[in-house]
């Protein structure tokens, strides 16, 4: 049982380059969540999605685009990465309904903008 | 969406109990008291939750008061695999609010 996957686990991009960071999970979970975490801080939520086709905005959406086209799968992109994208971006996943809502993240990816 | 406070760190000593306490005074009569912890270099991982009743697990224990403006994390017996950062996080039941938010959690540092 794998869990939540993230993949790659660590890259190292250029200032203008683009990038898409994957989230996989088999778990069967409606709900998945990309969030970032600068050093010393919380996790801060970028977009999450509620089911297979739907994405919303979180509390740090700009500079990213997310896409749900299977269940298990949701994606981050970054169209033209900038140095205050440097992060460590972590993805998780849930179930819908209450008392079961808990949430399992991936290891995370270490992302360098430089 | 409802906040909640926590002292930024705390420390213990290694097997004695901590109480790592949470407020949550807008806290909605529909929201969910969840709490996870992040290990150093680790994605958060939950802890426990609740919604009214004290809960308990085999990881810890969860004591809300009885107004549910606040509540309690408890470990009954700290080790040096408990220093991690702990938040405490208000979820409803469904739709937007059902989105974890995290705050800045409160440190833990466990003396041997």
């Known amino acids: 049982n794998a869990g939540v996957t993230q993949t790659p686990k660590f890259r190292v991009l250029k200032t203008g380059q683009s990038m898409t960071l994957l989230c996989a999970q088999d778990?069967?979970?409606?709900?998945m969540y990309w969030y970032r975490q600068d050093p010393g801080m919380g996790l801060r939520l970028i977009h999450y999605s509620v089911g297979e086709g739907t994405t919303a905005k979180g509390e740090v959406p700009d500079g990213y685009n997310v896409s749900r086209l299977k269940k298990q799968n949701f994606l981050l992109g970054l169209e033209s990465a900038a140095p205050s994208q440097t992060s460590v971006y972590f993805c998780a996943s849930s179930k819908l309904n209450p008392p079961n809502t808990e949430a399992f993240f991936g290891q995370g990816t270490r992302l360098t903008v430089v | 969406d409802a906040k909640t406070t926590q002292p930024n760190s705390m420390e213990s000593n290694e097997e004695e109990p901590v109480h790592l306490p949470c407020n949550h005074s807008t806290i909605s009569g529909t929201d969910y008291i969840h709490w996870y912890r992040q290990l150093p270099s680790q994605g958060p991982e939950y802890v426990i939750h609740g919604l009214t009743s004290n809960v308990n697990n085999r990881m810890a224990s969860l004591a809300i008061a009885e107004d549910r403006k606040s509540s309690t994390l408890i470990l009954h017996r700290a080790t040096l695999r408990d220093a991690a950062v702990y938040y405490c996080i208000l979820r409803g039941l469904g739709g937007a609010t059902n989105k974890l938010i995290f705050g800045t959690g409160t440190l833990l540092a466990v003396q041997p």
């Open positions: 778990m069967n979970h409606e709900y």
